[in-house]
């Protein structure tokens, strides 16, 4: 987990409230990554970052949005979070296409 | 739909023991990555094996990659109690950014 952190690391909130999640990394990596997992599914990609500015969508991206304005922060947004959202949310850097780091997750509940 | 499958769901075996893993996909791939998860931990890089490689060693971890059956093992040999941990698979496509997770195998090494 070593340079890479996320916050909050838990939260709790309402439906319908907006949420933000942040991954801080200080490797200087390119790629960035949101991850949601939940019992059964493993890890789904929810989107990606391959530079400042540049983001594309994963396989899960409804009700999600991303920003990337500086190579070191990766923002994950639910505009307004329903219960389907709760899950714990991983944050991921790489250097490369090969290996990722992740960071130590964020446990998410939705009421 | 996941790239990447694991089986078996789930592993059980005596300390000292050798532990196998499968994963199968379904399209090209640039790489195959194998990670270790801990409980309530983020995932951590075992190996990755290139498209282009068939067997990769890393201490007492053996992978084995076979691109005309779509299908990668992990062998860990001699098991133990800390080698408990779900273990998953992870494609990267050809050309492509995104890295794509299976449901993973949970292993259970008995002292």
């Known amino acids: 987990d070593a340079g890479i952190t996320q916050s909050p690391r838990h939260k709790v909130t309402e439906t319908g409230t907006p949420v933000t999640l942040r991954c801080h990394q200080t490797?200087?990596?390119?790629?960035m990554y949101w991850y949601r997992q939940d019992p059964g599914h493993g890890l789904r990609l929810i989107h990606y970052?391959?530079?400042?500015?540049?983001?594309d969508k994963g396989e899960v991206s409804d009700g999600y949005s991303v920003s990337r304005s500086k190579t070191e922060d990766f923002l994950l947004t639910l505009e307004s979070a329903t219960s389907s959202q709760t899950s714990v949310y991983f944050c991921?850097?790489?250097?490369?296409?090969?290996?990722?780091?992740f960071g130590p997750g964020t446990r998410l509940t939705v009421l | 739909s996941q790239q990447g499958e694991e089986d078996p769901q789930a592993l059980s075996i005596q300390e000292g023991e050798n532990a196998t893993m499968n994963c199968s996909y379904k399209?090209?791939?640039?790489?195959l990555q194998w990670y270790r998860q801990n409980s309530g931990r983020g995932l951590v890089h075992l190996i990755l094996?290139?498209?282009?490689?068939r067997e990769k060693h890393s201490g007492r971890l053996r992978v084995t990659l076979d691109t005309s059956k779509k299908s990668s093992s992990l062998l860990i040999t001699a098991s133990r109690a800390a080698d408990t941990a779900s273990y998953f698979c992870?494609?990267?496509?050809?050309?492509?950014?995104?890295?794509?997770f299976g449901a993973g195998t949970r292993l259970f090494v008995k002292a």
């Open positions: 992870a494609t990267a496509n050809t050309g492509g950014f995104k890295t794509i």
């Open positions: 970052s391959y530079g400042v500015k540049d983001t």
């Open positions: 094996i290139r498209s282009n490689e």
């Open positions: 399209t090209s791939i640039n790489n």
């Open positions: 490797e200087n990596h390119r790629y």
């Open positions: 991921a850097s790489c250097p490369d296409t090969d290996t990722q780091y």
